[in-house]
């Protein structure tokens, strides 16, 4: 559903209170589903177009790897079997070294998997379920330009009709991402501590297209990595038989591969086994002209002020993607918070409040464990003792 800023009067909406969700990416979404089994008349407010017209979501991550903590809050709206079925299980990690060999470690003793869901069709079942409630609108391209949580105004910029308008909800959700203007708005009402670190490491994205005869061009049912440790990549599968692929290098390393040679030369001293299934052209097309993305840690607190404003997801807490858990944790906040404002039976203050300091604990330290878990990844995995001392961990 397409519209304006302006919320349109509907039966469902009278005597009810008015939440604003600035955020309409993939936790702005999940918290219009969960926000809509309370009594409530919610709009999304995203500054993009509607991504099912636009592929728009490019500049992201193509796909996800999805863990327990993000099926959990899928499931608890009954979204997890449309999502699962849609996903392709990994059951381990398949390591790739430079001659080529490969060496597999399983996620778990009992046959425990990770997910690997494409952005886009995960985006779209979201929508899809966000446009059948009838409590819940949706306006596209409607940026929240200003926020001012005293007198509850939210100044909105629409771009199609390129025309301003204000809004005054009775409640603010910020699932803004990494740049949240929720956050700004509730830091200049809160005692509220910041930190934000740019990674030395930037990503690109590569593809790894099908093969000739339509089959995936590596095994499909892992989590790929190539690690040579200041730099790695990774792979996880697509529904369309192809892999997305991730270079995670340093900015130096960057800008050194700038021309076709120099790109060719580096994989075939480094991946040679992936220059094969890429292909010379395609991957010094896709390298020179794909984006370069940052990679960024957030950490923030309290997350909200009072019962009018609370941030979830990037908003809140941003990582970097080595665990793949940013997306899982965003999705884990709408559960965890629902789950506090059925305790305290509609208490919003006390739930948001509680939210805010049982939360922010587990937040750090994912952050923090994302960052170590590069080391993991790059190195760690190549270590001859690996498997030894996984298998003591795992008992
Ligand atoms: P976002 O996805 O950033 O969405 C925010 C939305 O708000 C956007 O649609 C934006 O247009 C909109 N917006 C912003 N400002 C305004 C405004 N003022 N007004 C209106 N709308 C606004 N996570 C995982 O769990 N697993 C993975 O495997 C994984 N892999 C990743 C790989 C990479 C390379 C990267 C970079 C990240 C990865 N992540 C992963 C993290 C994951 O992408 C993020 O945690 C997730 O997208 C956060 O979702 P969000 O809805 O909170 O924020």
Redesign the pocket.
Known sequence: RRSSGSQPSSPWRENRKNVAI???????LLSAIYFSKRHFAIDV????KDARNDKLISD??I?????SR?IEALRKVGLAKDVLDNAIPMKGRMIHDKSGKTNIQSYGMFGQVVYSIG?QKLHDILLEMVDSLPNVNLHFE????EIDLDSSKIVLHDKDLNQLSDIYPDMVVG???????VRRAIMKKEKMNFHQEYSNHG?KELTIPPTSTGQFAIKPNYLHIWPRNDFMIIA?PNQDKSFTC?CFFKYELFEKLSDSLMISEFFKKEFPDLLKVIGKDRLINDFKSNPL?P?LTIKCHPYNHKDKAII????AH??V?FY???????FEDVKTLFRLIEKYEDDYELAFNTFSRIRHKDAVAICDLSLENYTEMSSSVLSPFYKIERSIVNG
Request: aromatic residues 6%; hydrophobic residues 30%.
């Open positions: 600035v955020g309409g990416g993939l936790v702005g407010y995203e500054k993009r992201r991550s796909n996800l790897a999805l863990s993000g952005r409607n940026e929240a330009r699932t803004d991402g990494a740049y949240s203007s990503y996880l991730t993305g990679l979830l997801g990037d908003a941003c990582m993607p793949g858990q940013g997306l899982n944790c965003g």
